[in-house]
């Protein structure tokens, strides 16, 4: 069993279509379907079912990714850790990323990174943080940016600092001119609300919070983007409750109310918990620690856990 051949089968795997797996892997589609035969011929089973509308993983073929998914990693892992010696890095960096992060400006870090290491090619996903810290453990992604809470069982995190939420209005609102709302505000109560996706970190801490306060939220629209939410607003379908960050986009027509008391989430970047983190994620969570905003560094704590400082730059196991 080759590393090739390994490659070759995620690539089916996730593309669940040979043409395009063969152009992600740079083969002629010939060659890819020959590399799989090869394969399956030497586990003694099929790997996919073909027919000619659909490509579909067998059961022996779901219970081969996650471990050729962990093989090309640790190759990965190898390569980096000799680049490294030369003080060169290379391959790829696939990066997960929730759609707001505060005070973490990620495009800049990307950049930086990019012009730092310019042999590393980056690939940037966006999900819900559930959904990355999942798809982190298992190797499709080498490191996320979510908000908590982390699943410290399977991912090693690294404090980012906190954001402090806010109610996002329209310009000309009533509320707009407010420097604080609480959630138990007698206004917000016949106030229609535009939420993010259900799923996301952020839904459930807000539906949290809003449930401790004893606001019941009459949702008038429910969207998975956050550019699009912030149009609702602007648009007048609603109110919503935001990172401030979030807001900046559409700032000269909707305006961030803080909310007292304080709202507040924390901001992670997370690897596996089971490997160490390549040379090319720590080079990028170290760059994002040295550029963090001071804002959202929020309190320095006394002693370890997940907050080591710009220097130390490498995750810990978290959590006392």
């Known amino acids: 069993m080759e590393l090739r051949q390994l490659a070759h089968f995620v690539a089916v795997a996730e593309e669940l279509h040979f043409t395009r797996a063969a152009a992600?892997?740079?083969v002629v589609q010939s060659s890819l379907s020959a590399s799989i035969g090869a394969l399956e011929r030497e586990l003694g089973d099929a790997l996919f079912v073909r027919d000619n509308r659909r490509?579909?993983?067998?059961?022996a073929g779901r219970a081969l990714l996650p471990s050729a998914r962990r093989a090309l990693a640790a190759a990965e892992e190898g390569?980096?850790?000799?680049?490294?010696?030369?003080?060169?890095?290379?391959?790829h960096l696939h990066v997960g990323a929730i759609q707001t992060l505060g005070g973490v400006d990620l495009?800049?870090?990307?950049?930086?990174?990019?012009?730092?290491?310019?042999?590393?090619?980056?690939?940037?996903?966006?999900?819900t943080a559930p959904a990355l810290g999942r798809?982190?453990?298992?190797?499709?992604?080498?490191?996320?940016?979510?908000?908590?809470?982390?699943?410290?069982?399977?991912?090693?995190?690294?404090?980012?600092?906190?954001?402090?939420?806010?109610?996002?209005?329209?310009?000309?609102?009533?509320?707009?001119?407010?420097?604080?709302?609480?959630?138990?505000?007698?206004?917000?109560?016949?106030?229609?609300?535009?939420?993010?996706?259900?799923?996301?970190?952020l839904r459930a801490q807000i539906d949290a919070a809003?449930?401790?306060?004893?606001?019941?939220?009459?949702?008038?629209?429910?969207?998975?983007?956050?550019?699009?939410?912030?149009?609702?607003?602007?648009?007048?379908?609603g109110v919503a409750v935001l990172p401030p960050m979030a807001v900046r986009a559409a700032a000269d027509r909707?305006?961030?109310?803080?909310?007292?008391?304080?709202?507040r989430r924390d901001l992670y970047a997370v690897v596996a918990a089971g490997r160490p983190p390549t040379g090319a994620a720590q080079a990028l969570i170290d760059l994002v620690l040295a550029a963090r905003?001071?804002?959202?560094a929020g309190p320095r704590r006394s002693r370890g856990g997940d907050e080591p400082g710009p220097a130390a730059g490498r995750p810990t196991s978290g959590g006392a």
């Open 135 to 201: 798809a982190v453990a298992g190797a499709e992604l080498d490191i996320a940016f979510v908000d908590g809470p982390v699943d410290r069982a399977r991912l090693r995190p690294v404090h980012l600092g906190r954001d402090r939420l806010g109610l996002a209005v329209r310009h000309d609102d009533p509320l707009a001119g407010r420097t604080a709302i609480g959630l138990d505000d007698p206004g917000l109560r016949d106030r229609e609300f535009v939420e993010y996706r259900r799923g996301s970190a």
């Open 107 to 127: 495009a800049a870090s990307l950049a930086a990174f990019h012009r730092a290491h310019p042999d590393v090619t980056l690939r940037l996903t966006h999900d």
């Open 55 to 59: 490509v579909a993983l067998t059961p």
């Open 254 to 263: 909707v305006r961030a109310v803080p909310i007292d008391p304080p709202l």
């Open 293 to 296: 905003a001071p804002e959202a």
């Open 210 to 237: 809003c449930a401790a306060a004893g606001l019941a939220r009459r949702v008038s629209c429910e969207t998975e983007n956050m550019q699009y939410l912030l149009e609702c607003v602007r648009h007048g379908l």
């Open 79 to 91: 390569r980096d850790a000799v680049a490294g010696v030369r003080g060169v890095l290379h391959g």
């Open 24 to 26: 992600r892997v740079h």
